[in-house]
Nanobody
Framework: QVQMVESGGGLVQAGGSLRLSCAAS????????MAWFRQAPGKEREFVAG????????YYADSVKGRFTISRDNAKNTVYLQMNSLIPEDTAVYYC?????????????????WGQGTQVTVSS
């Protein structure tokens, strides 16, 4: 079982940057593919970015490509989401998720474990 805690959210002006962190418990962090999802008020949860167990492969939603970067440090049991050039449409609660498989998927239903979420608000 994996427990995860997100941090790094907050209020930022459009064009600014934030770095989200997701710290996971357990000694088998490197056995999980990891992803970030987000959910805005009144909208469904959507895939943002994912990273394979080793960190060698990453995936991004089209809406964040070129602006967001996902990375992981398996020695620290942590996954990161660097968010640059933020726009108001990025405002949402951001969740990290883990699945006990090699690869990343964009479907939230395939992830076994979730953090509690961190709020990101981008003002115009």
């Amino acid at each position: 079982q994996v427990q995860m805690v997100e941090s790094g959210g907050g209020l930022v002006q459009a064009g600014g940057s934030l770095r989200l962190s997701c710290a996971a418990s357990g000694r088998t962090f490197n056995m999980y593919a990891m992803a970030w999802f987000r959910q805005a008020p009144g909208k469904e949860r959507e895939f943002v970015a994912g990273i394979s167990r080793s960190g060698s492969t990453t995936y991004y939603a089209d809406s964040v490509k070129g602006r967001f970067t996902i990375s992981r440090d398996n020695a620290k049991n942590t996954v990161y989401l660097q968010m640059n050039s933020l726009i108001p449409e990025d405002t949402a609660v951001y969740y990290c998720a883990a699945r006990s498989a090699v690869g990343v998927t964009t479907s939230s239903a395939t992830y076994n474990y979730w953090g509690q979420g961190t709020q990101v608000t981008v003002s115009s």
